[in-house]
């Protein structure tokens, strides 16, 4: 038996299973529904092309969005070591200290939270590309060319890579830690009660494994919250009709669910971005050998090299528009691997209204949950990214791409106005950054206990009550820590 569980070895679960042992507040056991993250994919920056929608990946979908054209639009997840963190375009970004002093909540303030962001980053260590591709050093000239959802900038973004390698959490943390016994291939059902204190937990091969002082999901904004449900936390109604037995009525597990909305445009034309014109294929049969002897070339590559942060109306307000730039082609429509180059730039809400929810479909766990973004139920967020777009196709006109520049085409500058507005509801998808389903002050209380239970805590992306205005990887992993911090002071 150990004195702590916890459940997902992700962005947030690597950090805090670390920072436990650390701490020496007890022994802890890690687990994993995945397999390792030692795969030359996962190191590899580029790897994540072939990563997605692989086996290691979740792979979810979310039920049709009724405000999205009635589309099933795709929610990759990290199915390993590293969680989404293994899968990602390891793009750093702490948030705006706004975010933080908006949640209104004790203890995460930004002047509480900085220095875990702090503490976190000595080990991270984010830094810029120095092999970029010479489209992304393009956009530096449009605004400060240090980009920051502070303020409208644009440029190259930093990422939690070592020597253009992955250095997640799993890296960065859980390797320095050999004491954190991790168990891979451990997939939680749900949880053991003894009274109303988490025990321990049911994997879904019927495996029970106990713990001495408590349990700590880290799964994530859409594992965490399921979790809970099938061990009876939830809203009740929906909780009896599924027949699990209501230990705690919580309508708010599973609320408040949201993400990053994105829609991207799509550039073409020979010799601006990487892709597989014939051209190129020179340089991509020796790019196995360059990244291996000098970590360069298109491998060394995360795909989101580059990007800005500005206000969609370009009316001085607030930056409220992210841009990822990718300096590669993507194919909008039929196979991906067409003998084309280009690159794509997106339009993604930093600070989205609408809100969804998740829900189970059976208690069996091999089912996937029902995901409900709920995109574009305020039809602001959709008045937000039609003003982006617009503003965006001006911005990089005035990019300095110089012989690297290509038309666009898809959806083509000729979509605008109401058009534009019914290809955004038809073709927006996320950035990938799911959060909120246990939103601190609601299910859960500011110190990551779970609200009317004993020995049971939250700490990842789901207790964010409003996502960051940017990637969600750094501030996942700040949650981690202080986490950590909250279990090992409240835990004696």
Not at 82 to 110: E, T
Not at 256 to 273: A, I, K, R, Y
Not at 414 to 428: D, F, K, P, T, Y
Request: proline residues 7%; hydrophobic residues 40%; aromatic residues 8%.
């Amino acid at each position: 038996m150990r004195d702590f569980i916890v459940i997902g070895a992700g962005s947030a679960g690597c950090v805090m299973a670390a920072e436990l042992a650390r701490r020496e507040a007890g022994s802890v056991l890690l687990l994993e529904a995945g397999p390792s993250d030692r795969h030359p994919l996962v190191s590899m920056p580029f790897g994540l092309v072939w990563l997605l929608n692989g086996p290691r990946d979740w792979a979810f979908k979310t039920v049709p969005q009724e405000k999205a054209g009635g589309r099933q639009i795709g929610v990759p997840r990290g199915r390993m070591v590293g969680g989404s963190g293994s899968i990602n375009s390891m793009v750093w970004f702490r948030g705006r200290a706004a975010d933080f002093d908006v949640w209104q909540q004790p203890g995460w303030s930004f002047s509480d939270v900085e220095p875990a962001f702090k503490a976190v980053e000595a080990h991270l260590r984010p830094t810029k590309l120095t092999h970029a591709h010479p489209l992304s050093r393009g956009l530096d000239p449009l605004f400060d060319p240090d980009p920051t959802p502070e303020t409208e900038s644009a440029g190259l973004f930093r990422h939690n890579m070592i020597r253009h390698r992955r250095n997640s959490a799993a890296r960065a943390f859980l390797r320095k830690r050999p004491e954190v016994d991790l168990r891979t291939g451990a997939e939680v059902d749900r949880l053991i009660w003894e009274g109303d204190r988490a025990a321990g937990v049911v994997l879904i091969d019927g495996t029970e494994i106990r713990a001495a002082k408590g349990v700590v999901l880290c799964a994530g904004s859409l594992a965490s919250p399921a979790i809970l449900m099938r061990s009876g936390l939830g809203p009740r109604e929906d909780l009896q009709d599924l027949g699990i037995d209501t230990r705690v009525d919580a309508p708010t597990i599973g609320a408040n669910l949201h993400d990053h909305p994105g829609v991207g445009l799509h550039f073409e034309g020979p010799g601006s971005g990487y892709g597989l014109e014939l051209a190129q294929w020179p340089r991509w049969a020796v790019s196995p050998l360059q990244y291996l002897l000098t970590r360069s070339g298109p491998l060394a590559s995360p795909t989101v090299e580059a990007g800005m942060f500005f206000n969609a109306r370009g009316d001085g307000g607030e930056a409220d528009v992210q841009t990822h730039f990718i300096p590669f082609f993507l194919a909008h429509d039929g196979d991906r691997y067409q003998r084309k180059a280009g690159y794509f730039a997106d339009v993604c809400l930093c600070r989205p209204k609408s809100r969804g929810s998740l829900r189970l479909a059976s208690k069996d766990p091999a089912q996937a949950p029902l995901i409900d973004l709920g995109l574009f139920r305020e039809e602001s967020d959709l008045d937000t990214m039609v003003e982006g777009v617009d503003r965006l196709r001006r911005l990089l006109k005035q990019a300095h791409f110089g012989p690297h520049r290509a038309p666009e085409v898809f959806p083509g500058e000729q979509v605008s106005g109401e058009a534009l507005r019914a290809h955004i509801r038809n073709s927006a998808g996320t950035a990938y950054h799911p959060v909120g389903t246990l939103a601190l002050g609601g299910a859960v209380t500011p110190r990551l206990a779970v609200d009317g239970v004993q020995g049971l805590w939250a700490a990842d992306a789901s207790v964010m009550p409003a996502v960051t205005s940017a990637n969600t990887n750094a501030p996942s992993m700040m949650i981690g820590w202080k986490g950590a911090e909250f279990i090992a002071e409240d835990s004696v």
